[in-house]
């Protein structure tokens, strides 16, 4: 552990001595060219030494803090390709998060508890991160039991992109009457009387639901900088040390850019962030790129935070809506204008992009427009450019993706929309939802996220299940294993292919001299632990830019001290974020098999000890009392 001297590791008086170095680990470098490792030193943020202890020992100087990992697994630093990071920070603390939990009952009890201490005027929202599949009941919560839960605060339940929940009190919060209209693309559900029930549908548009909880209070800005901060250690806790932010709806920029903006200047971010800008106003697209290609341009910033170019939506009129519980809406037939407008303009400026696209229909069309200015010469004219999303996108659209030099950036949202997904088009088109093998296999630069916060929840290693498995949080098996990928494959999808997204493939996604000190100590070894197991996984000791960011376990006060949760009534406060389950008690079959390993070590232990005289060489024989006489 920290800072305790080691056989063979002994200070030495060195310049640039190591300032951390991790030894005794099962270490996944990610690099091709020495794939594993035992130990690595790292000084000033970066990686020094790969290799093991007679490497390292060199390299330790009296301040030097060296970790043992006491023979766990190591792997680089994971870097979800497409996380709403910034918006989240901005929110965290007021969020009471059932990710992770595994029955309505619990759910419900600890809304209960949140609206007990909630002040008046503050609302318990409850937004994203977890699927009514994954509870036991397979339901979600009705008016009545929010109502029972919290008769006089108001209680928001968002559920995936299709429908919100709320109770009596949150419906006079936001100003809800049987007079208010519909909005488009939304609906007020009512009852006989004609006064809202308190269920709010996406049909498509999840508009309804954001503009609903956009009435909610706000932080100020010295909270906002708290939330922030508690939320990216959150993310180290899974072992994140980089990001990319997708931008999205309700997130202005600059305005809601300046608390990440303003911890990056004072050297408190402990999670690197890549963002994107997303025009907010229909209509005004075109005025809002020109003024920001004005402002600022891809690659500004450093390694900590960055501008990485502009998305996930370029137009409103050109996105589709991911709400698998309604048919696939239909754009205006002439979306393309102002669509061409925009890629130009940014094609013109330098600037890349990423772009919102569920369903092949829209990638075709976005694809015609691209292959148009591709004719001028214009496009990509050396900008980095993605697809996100892709559930429904065909081999014929992949292979123009690939000539057009693009990549894709996929999300396990489907771990916690597939069942829906499955009931509207059927097993055989979930199969393919995304085609991961396909795009691989056309050489495509695929980068693995979440799209947490509002529907996945922002835990990787649940997506990274849902990659290695096919498998949604309600256990339905969605893509079969010609469109599954290996766990080698799952993880350089969280690592070096999202840096090759931002054009950092070079310094991160992998362990080797050079490259960001960024990287985390895992509670079980990713490689061996049975596939179910995959999503229990967390770090125990998260390190990014050589800075230890989150500790655990035997590493527990080496991490970096954050101000206490505020304000103080948080449902962070009381019940932290993700929560931790228990795994799942082993089928029949397995435990079988667990029983026959244990006889089995037993066994050699016993050989080991007739080899060594420690035990007479007799057969062992069974006792059973019952046939005693």
């Known amino acids: 552990m920290s800072t305790m001297l080691v056989g063979g590791l002994v200070p030495h008086t060195i310049e640039n001595a190591a300032d951390l170095i991790v030894r005794n680990a099962k270490i996944h470098t990610g690099d091709p060219g ?199 250690r959150e993310l180290n806790r899974f072992g994140l040390t980089s990001a990319i932010d997708a931008a999205g709806g309700f997130q202005n920029f600059p305005d809601n850019y300046e608390t990440v903006t303003e911890l990056a200047r004072e050297g408190q971010l402990s999670l690197r962030i890549a963002y994107h800008l997303f025009p907010q106003t229909a209509g005004q697209e075109i005025d809002d790129l020109t003024r920001w290609i004005g402002m600022v341009r891809p690659e500004d910033g450093d390694e900590w935070l960055r501008l990485n170019g502009a998305g996930e939506n370029l137009t409103w009129a050109a996105a589709d809506f991911e709400n698998f519980a309604q048919p696939r809406p239909e754009h205006s037939p002439d979306y393309e204008v102002e669509f061409e407008k925009a890629v130009r303009l940014l094609m013109e400026n330098g600037w890349g992009f990423r772009l919102h696209a569920t369903y092949d229909e829209t990638i075709r069309r976005d694809l015609a427009v691209f292959e148009k200015l591709a004719s001028e010469g214009l496009f990509p004219g050396g900008n980095r450019w993605l697809f996100d999303h892709a559930e429904t996108v065909s081999p014929d659209s992949l292979d123009r993706i690939a000539a057009l030099g693009g990549a894709m950036s996929v999300q396990n949202r489907l771990s916690f929309q597939g069942e829906a997904f499955v009931r509207r088009y059927g097993p055989g088109a979930a199969a393919d939802a995304p085609p991961i093998r396909a795009m691989l296999d056309r050489g495509l630069t695929v980068g693995a996220g979440t799209d947490a916060t509002r529907v996945s929840t922002y835990n990787p290693w649940v997506a990274l299940h849902w990659l290695v498995s096919g498998r949604s949080v309600g256990d339905l098996a969605l893509r079969p294993p010609t469109n599954r990928v290996d766990r080698q494959t799952a993880l350089a999808m969280f690592t070096r292919a999202g840096a090759a997204l931002t054009g950092e493939d070079e310094v991160k996604g992998v362990l080797r001299p050079g490259c960001y000190a960024d990287l985390a100590v895992l509670s079980e070894d990713y490689f061996a632990v049975p596939e179910p197991d995959i999503a229990h996984i967390e770090s125990l000791l998260t390190v990014t830019g050589g800075r230890i960011v989150y500790a655990a376990a035997e590493y527990e006060g080496l991490d970096e001290e954050l101000p206490p949760v505020s304000p103080a009534w948080s449902p962070v406060a009381h019940f932290g974020g993700y929560q931790a389950s228990r795994r799942a008690a082993p089928p029949g079959a397995r435990q079988a098999e667990l029983l026959g390993q244990a006889i089995a070590e037993s066994e050699q232990h016993r050989q080991w000890r007739i080899a060594r005289g420690l035990t007479p060489e007799a057969a062992s024989t069974p006792f059973d009392p019952c046939f005693v006489l």
């Open 34 to 232: 020495r794939p594993h490792a035992e130990a690595l030193a790292i000084h000033d943020g970066v990686i020094t030494v790969v290799g093991d202890d007679k490497d390292v020992a060199p390299h330790v100087g009296a301040g030097t803090k060296v970790v043992d990992a006491l023979g766990r697994r190591v792997i680089p630093g994971l870097n979800d390709a497409h996380l709403h990071v910034i918006r989240g920070g901005l929110n965290y603390v007021l969020e009471l998060r059932w990710d992770g939990v595994r029955t309505l009952r619990q759910g419900l009890a600890m809304l209960r508890e949140q609206a007990a201490r909630t002040p008046k005027g503050q609302w318990v929202r409850v937004v994203g991160g977890w699927s009514a599949e994954q509870f036991a009941e397979r339901r979600l919560p009705t008016v009545t039991e929010l109502n029972a839960a919290a008769p006089d605060t108001p209680v928001f339940v968002l559920h995936l992109y299709q429908s919100a929940v709320l109770n009596r009190a949150a419906l006079k919060a936001a100003g809800f009457t049987r007079d208010t209209p519909d909005p488009k693309g939304g609906q007020i559900v009512r009852g006989r009387d004609g006064e809202p029930t308190g269920m709010l549908l996406a049909s498509p548009s999840a508009l309804i639901l954001y503009s609903t909880l956009a009435k909610a209070p706000v932080l100020d800005e010295e909270h906002r900088k708290t939330s922030t901060r508690h939320f990216l």
